[in-house]
């Protein structure tokens, strides 16, 4: 009695198949916002130099409401501005009856951190550092474990206050704030 195996065959090609059809590229506006000055968000703190006013000068951080407290003028639109906006902002506000000509800097001290989830080592939240790519995010979070797709992972971003998520490779880089899933391999 010969058995056929063309239901299990059948089986297996519906299973890739609906592995398949989850897939979803990276969107174009994952690269292009990596070429655009960044844009703060709640998370992020900055340092704010006020020349020669020590006690406006110090370190911010941006608030869940996307806004920085700052002495004097009280709160200051952050989020989804640049640094350089945020100066523009700050010294218009200190033009209006505190300083006659303030000289302002803004830098980020330090930004949103990454998260890392699925088939790694220990899952979490990670400090995000400048040039960080998604292999780099993976070893801090332990490396692979040994179920781990290691050829691309699945990265959501926020950009432009729109939420995308699409699959990268492991050498991509990363944005603060970035979420990473490690999907487990199918063989």
Do not use: W
């Amino acid at each position: 009695m010969k058995r056929t195996l063309a239901p299990l065959h059948a089986l297996v090609a519906a299973a890739l198949l609906a592995g398949c059809a989850s897939y979803r590229p990276a969107p174009a506006a994952f690269h292009e916002v990596l070429d655009q000055p960044y844009r703060l968000g709640a998370g992020d703190r900055v340092r704010i130099t006020v020349f020669e006013q020590e006690g406006l000068t110090n370190t911010y951080s941006v608030d869940q409401s996307g806004y920085i407290a700052f002495p004097l003028i009280g709160a200051v639109a952050a989020r989804g501005y640049t640094v350089q906006q945020i100066e523009g902002q700050i010294a218009e506000k200190l033009r209006q009856g505190y300083l006659r000509d303030p000289d302002i800097t803004v830098e980020v001290d330090r930004y949103r951190p990454v998260f890392v989830m699925g088939e790694v080592g220990a899952a979490g939240q990670y400090s995000y550092v400048p040039g960080m790519t998604v292999q780099k995010a993976i070893a801090a979070a332990g490396g692979f474990t040994a179920r781990a797709n290691q050829s691309d992972v699945d990265v959501t971003r926020d950009i432009n206050g729109k939420v995308m998520t699409g699959r990268v490779l492991t050498t991509d880089p990363l944005m603060p704030g970035d979420t990473i899933y490690v999907r487990e391999r199918l063989f």
